[in-house]
Nanobody, 127 residues
Framework: QVQLVESGGGLVQAGASLRLSCATSGRTFSRSAMGWFRQAPGKEREFVAAISWFGSRTDYTDSVKGRFTISRDNAKNTVYLQMNSLKPEDTAVYYC????????????????????WGQGTQVTVSS
């Protein structure tokens, strides 16, 4: 099992940027595919971005392509989500998730594929 702690959320105006971080401990981070999900008020949790454990492959939901970038630093056991050009519709609680895998180039884009979750960090974008 891996423990995940998100940080970096906050209240910003539309057009601003934020960088979320997810620090991990426990299971070997470098063999964990990682993902970011979000849940807006009254909506189901949705996929945002994913990265393979080697960092060579990434995936994004269409609404954030070109604005968000997922990355990881295996030496720091941390995954990041750089969010640029934020919009009010990006307002949500953002969750980090981890999945142990031996497939270095595989990412996962559904909740069911992840084993461990953080507690979430709130991102609020005002118009």
């Amino acid at each position: 099992q891996v423990q995940l702690v998100e940080s970096g959320g906050g209240l910003v105006q539309a057009g601003a940027s934020l960088r979320l971080s997810c620090a991990t401990s426990g299971r070997t981070f470098s063999r964990s595919a990682m993902g970011w999900f979000r849940q807006a008020p009254g909506k189901e949790r949705e996929f945002v971005a994913a990265i393979s454990w080697f960092g060579s492959r990434t995936d994004y939901t269409d609404s954030v392509k070109g604005r968000f970038t997922i990355s990881r630093d295996n030496a720091k056991n941390t995954v990041y989500l750089q969010m640029n050009s934020l919009k009010p519709e990006d307002t949500a609680v953002y969750y980090c998730a981890a999945r142990s895998t031996y497939a270095s180039s595989t990412y996962y884009s559904t909740e069911e594929e992840y084993d461990d979750w953080g507690q979430g960090t709130q991102v609020t974008v005002s118009s």
